[in-house]
T-cell receptor
Framework: QKEVEQDPGPLSVPEGAIVSLNCTYS??????FMWYRQYSRKGPELLMY????GNKEDGRFTAQVDKSSKYISLFIRDSQPSDSATYLC????????????FGKGTKLTVNP | DVKVTQSSRYLVKRTGEKVFLECVQD?????MFWYRQDPGLGLRLIYF???????EKGDIPEGYSVSREKKERFSLILESASTNQTSMYLC??????????????FGSGTRLTVV
């Protein structure tokens, strides 16, 4: 079983839809969770960062962590064509680590 | 704004050539990384450096070497390029004190095609 599983998609939604992107993980030591957004032919950029369980909101984006289920989600409300990108989850164990563990990414297209 | 700069956005090289990919960061970060990214395979760590002249193999180091002579610069070397090294190469950095807890800063990537 891989440490982090992420559905690669592709996911295609109409503009204005609510998007749910998800990752599951197997290592219960993971405590810090991140979402990166990567536009085509660009490097990933950090989008959201959360610690342990709960929700964190930033504008149209909400990151949710459910440690009991080892499941993290990124919700995008009122999705826009500019949200079209690949979204990667990443995680770090308690105490930190030099090396992040990444999901493979989900490719999202928001159609006007 | 902090920056990780990769010297080339696109490169086309011939099989057997020695290829240098350069990465420079202006954040005084100790830790620097080279990844390759391929469809369906995600990010795969090639090499990691935690200080000048210090390096550690990642998950797929075969066919690659690295050089870190200065703190700000981390070079990836393909000793003899092969077509299976055609890929997107991403450099990243992070400060050692953060222990990865605040993520990495990535460069824009170098799309390498080996023909």
């Amino acid at each position: 079983q891989k440490e982090v599983e992420q559905d690669p998609g592709p996911l295609s939604v109409p503009e204005g839809a609510i998007v749910s992107l998800n990752c599951t993980y197997s290592n219960s030591a993971f405590q810090y969770f991140m979402w990166y957004r990567q536009y085509s032919r660009k490097g990933p950029e950090l989008l959201m960062y959360t610690y342990s369980s709960g929700n964190k909101e930033d504008g149209r984006f909400t990151a949710q962590v459910d440690k009991s289920s080892k499941y993290i989600s990124l919700f995008i409300r009122d999705s826009q064509p500019s949200d079209s990108a690949t979204y990667l989850c990443a995680m770090v164990p308690q105490g930190g680590s030099e090396k992040l563990v990444f999901g493979k990414g989900t490719k999202l297209t928001v159609n006007p | 704004d902090v920056k990780v700069t990769q010297s080339s956005r696109y490169l086309v090289k011939r099989t057997g050539e020695k290829v240098f990919l350069e990465c420079v960061q202006d954040m005084d970060h100790e830790n620097m990384f080279w990844y390759r990214q391929d469809p369906g395979l995600g990010l795969r760590l090639i090499y990691f450096s935690y200080d000048v002249k210090m390096k550690e193999k990642g998950d797929i180091p075969e066919g690659y070497s690295v050089s870190r002579e200065k703190k700000e610069r981390f070079s990836l070397i393909l000793e003899s390029a092969s077509t299976n090294q055609t890929s997107m190469y991403l450099c990243a950095s992070t400060p050692k004190w953060a222990r990865g807890l605040y993520g990495y800063t990535f460069g824009s990537g170098t799309r390498l095609t080996v023909v």
